[in-house]
């Protein structure tokens, strides 16, 4: 396995398990963990011995999403920012489309990009201290990483809006409801699961996974039109006042200024 500090990344006996590793932050998205995710998802596409994908988190958190500290002092400009996320959207579309399965294993956070993160994935394991939100608009900006293709896909369109626009947090059991969990699993038992899971698949027909894959995969380029139009819109988000807000506030500890009102 590679020891790297953001991202582990292991093939064995045919299952390729990718660990975010960065539980001091949360395992919160950052430049460094991005580049080593890319790294991970095109050596699984290269390699066909792999038959399946597991995606968890280190230190008891799945993701919080991206690193606010590293958003704030990146210093780009528009143009900046579409590039990046433009560049991100290239592994997100590659692990989205993957001919294989993905498994995610989720314990703790998956928050903002780390909820997208997950919903890449075609099955999604969690514990039940996992929690889950489309936290974006809590910071000023829009779903990104899939997001915008892969929640209403799993939840419906008037549910995603809900999430989108609430930022609020779920529990374990309202997400398996709403279709976003496949199965609740102990901490302890997670990642064993993951890897049953995972190792059922090296003896089934690769060529029948990839075809019931691609039948339910975007058709007509759906995904990278809707990838394209995501990475503009955060870009536009990204230079906005109304984030630039959120996020120092966010950093010194106060409030947000959007907060979604408790239902009574």
């Known amino acids: 396995m590679s020891t790297s500090r953001s991202v582990l990344f292991d093939v064995r006996e045919g299952i390729a398990e990718i660990v975010l590793n ?48 590293a958003l704030a002092t990146a210093g780009l400009d528009n143009e900046g920012w579409l590039r990046r996320f433009q560049d991100m959207n290239d592994w997100v579309r590659d692990l989205i489309s993957l001919d294989r399965p993905v498994i995610a294993a989720v314990d703790g956070m998956a928050t903002g990009a780390g909820l997208s993160l997950a919903l ?37 369109v008037q549910r995603a809006k809900e999430l989108m626009l ?17 199965e609740i699993v102990s901490p302890d038992e997670l990642n064993s699961r993951a890897r049953v899971i995972a190792s059922s698949f090296i003896k089934a027909s690769p060529l029948a996974v990839s075809l019931i894959k691609r039948n339910l995969s975007p058709q007509g380029g759906e995904l990278g039109a809707l990838l394209d139009v995501e990475a ?9 006042a109304g984030h630039r807000t959120a996020v120092n506030r966010l950093l010194e500890k106060q ?8 239902a009574q």
């Open 22 to 69: 960065q539980p001091e932050r949360r395992n919160a998205l950052d430049p460094s963990m991005r580049a080593q995710l890319v790294d991970a998802v095109q050596a699984i596409r290269r390699d066909q011995q792999v038959r399946a994908v597991i995606l968890t988190g280190a230190g008891g958190h799945f993701c919080a999403g991206g690193d606010l500290r």
């Open 120 to 156: 890449t994935a075609d099955l999604v394991l969690a514990t039940p201290r996992a929690r889950f939100s489309a936290s974006f608009l809590r910071v000023g900006l829009v779903p990104d990483c899939g997001c915008f293709y892969t929640l209403p896909r799993v939840v419906g």
């Open 166 to 182: 609430s930022a609020r947090e779920i529990g374990v059991h309202e997400a398996l409801d709403l279709g976003i969990v496949m």
């Open 232 to 240: 503009q819109a955060q870009a536009l988000a990204m230079g906005s």
């Open 255 to 262: 409030a947000p200024p959007f907060n979604w009102p408790a």
